[in-house]
C-alpha cells in the first residue's frame, strides 16, 4: 500500500509472444495475482513487419487472448489488448478498433528516427489520438531524433514538444502512460523528461495510467519508482486510471 492505496492493474505488460520477453501469459497471471492484482492488460507488440506469421498472429491474438483466458478464473482478468508503433498502420484496422486496449508509442527500433523531426513526431501522434486512446512512454526517444541534434537534458524545443502533447492528449481524451521501465533506466534523459511532462500534466488535469512495460514477469505490479515520482510531484489520485475499477472497465472496453 502506498499514499495511493491499491494498484488495481498493471496496463503493459509483455509475453513471449513479443518475441523478445521472457515469461510466459501464464507466468504473468501469476506475478500479477502475487502483485494483488485485479487485471493485466498484455500489450504485446505489434510489428506489421509484412511477414505471414505476422499477420497470423495478429488475428490470433484478436480471437483468441481474451475468450480463451477469462473463462478460466484465475483470479486476475486479462486485458487483451497491443503496443502500436507510431507511423504504422495495422494490416486490419476495423478489426483492430474492436481491441480493447491499445497503447501507441515510439519505438526507434521500427522507423528511420534520426530524420524525424520533433513536429513530425508531434504530427503523429496528432494521427494516432483519432484511433488510439492511450500513448506510452512519450519521453522516449527524442535523443535520437533529428540527427540526434538533442542531448539528453531538457532543451526548450523537446519542452515545447513534451507540452503540446500533453495538451493534445487532454483534448482529445487520450490517456498518458507513466512508464515504469522508463524509471528504471533513468538513462538518455527520460526521467527528466518525464518528470517534466508529469508537472504540466498535473496542471492541466491529464488523465494517466500506470503500465510497468515489463518484458519478465518479476517486474509485473511494480509500482515503485513511479509511485515515487507521483508523490513527489503529489499528482491527483482520482486522475490515475489504475486506482479506479470503474475507469478501468470504462477505458477497457468490454470488460
Ligand atoms: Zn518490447
Ligand atoms: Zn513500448
Given at each position: 500500500m502506498t499514499k495511493y492505496g491499491k494498484i488495481l492493474a498493471d496496463l503493459h505488460t509483455h509475453t513471449i509472444f513479443s518475441g523478445?520477453?521472457?515469461?510466459?501469459i501464464e507466468e504473468n497471471i501469476a506475478a500479477a495475482h502475487r502483485a494483488g492484482l485485479r487485471y493485466l492488460a498484455i500489450t504485446d507488440h505489434y510489428?506489421?513487419?509484412?511477414?505471414a506469421l505476422d499477420k497470423k498472429n495478429e488475428i490470433t491474438r484478436l480471437r483468441y487472448l481474451e475468450r480463451d483466458i477469462n473463462?478460466?478464473?484465475?483470479g486476475v482478468y486479462v486485458i487483451g489488448g497491443g503496443e502500436f508503433n507510431l507511423g504504422q498502420t495495422p494490416y486490419n484496422p476495423e478489426k483492430i478498433a474492436q481491441l480493447m486496449w491499445k497503447p501507441i508509442g515510439l519505438h526507434s527500433?521500427?522507423?528511420?528516427?534520426?530524420?524525424?523531426?520533433l513536429e513530425q513526431l508531434y504530427q503523429m501522434y496528432v494521427e494516432a489520438a483519432s484511433d488510439y486512446s492511450s500513448f506510452a512512454h512519450?519521453?522516449?526517444?527524442f535523443h535520437k531524433?533529428?540527427?540526434?541534434?538533442?542531448?539528453v537534458e531538457l532543451c526548450p524545443e523537446v519542452k515545447d514538444t513534451l507540452e503540446k502533447l500533453v495538451v493534445l492528449a487532454k483534448d482529445k481524451g487520450v490517456l498518458l502512460e507513466v512508464n515504469e521501465a522508463s524509471l528504471l533506466r533513468k538513462s538518455g534523459g527520460v526521467y527528466e523528461r518525464m518528470k517534466y511532462w508529469l508537472g504540466i500534466a498535473r496542471e492541466n488535469g491529464n488523465q494517466i495510467y500506470l503500465g510497468t512495460?515489463?518484458?519478465?514477469?518479476?517486474?509485473?505490479?511494480?509500482f515503485e519508482n513511479t509511485l515515487e515520482l507521483l508523490g513527489e510531484l503529489d499528482?491527483?489520485?482520482?486522475?490515475?486510471?489504475?486506482?479506479?475499477e470503474d475507469k478501468i472497465k470504462a477505458y477497457c472496453r468490454n470488460l
Open positions: 523478445h520477453a521472457f515469461s510466459t510489428y506489421c513487419d509484412g511477414s473463462p478460466t478464473d484465475c527500433f521500427f522507423m528511420d528516427i534520426p530524420s524525424v523531426t512519450i519521453e522516449r526517444g531524433l533529428e540527427g540526434r541534434r538533442f542531448g512495460d515489463a518484458h519478465y514477469s518479476s517486474k509485473i505490479g511494480h499528482y491527483p489520485p482520482e486522475l490515475i486510471l489504475n486506482l479506479d
